[in-house]
Nanobody, 121 residues
Framework: QVQVVESGGGLVRPGGSLRLSCAAS????????IAWFRQAPGKEREGVSC??????YYADSVKGRFTISRDNAKNTVYLQMNSLKPEDTAVYYC????????????????WGQGTQVTVSS
């Protein structure tokens, strides 16, 4: 059974850092894309970043601050978030699909339950 589980959310002050993890089970990352989405209160869910084995993508709002990485040995994808801003506050989800990244949420097959990130002083 394909499953992804997020962890690592929490409360952090503006300018701080957090690292989110997305642990995959039931499949190996080699042939899958893993994406991070987020949903802030009252807003639609939006794509944040995505990585395949060879490419990575970022939303303009997080470029230069967030870094996505994959540890295939641990079957885990990480999202390192630096210089966090209050507008980064959201529930963060990871999702997976075969082969390549897509901006269409509906094309992702498996989703985690989400982890809350709150940036506040």
């Amino acid at each position: 059974q394909v499953q992804v589980v997020e962890s690592g959310g929490g409360l952090v002050r503006p300018g701080g850092s957090l690292r989110l993890s997305c642990a995959a089970s039931g499949f190996t990352l080699d042939y899958y894309a893993i994406a991070w989405f987020r949903q802030a209160p009252g807003k639609e869910r939006e794509g944040v970043s995505c990585a395949t084995h060879s490419m990575s993508y970022y939303a303009d709002s997080v470029k230069g601050r967030f870094t996505i990485s994959r540890d295939n040995a641990k079957n885990t994808v990480y999202l390192q978030m630096n210089s966090l801003k209050p507008e980064d506050t959201a529930v963060y989800y990871c999702a997976t699909r075969r082969d390549y990244c897509s901006g269409y949420e509906s094309s992702y097959d498996s989703w985690g339950q989400g982890t809350q990130v709150t940036v506040s002083s």
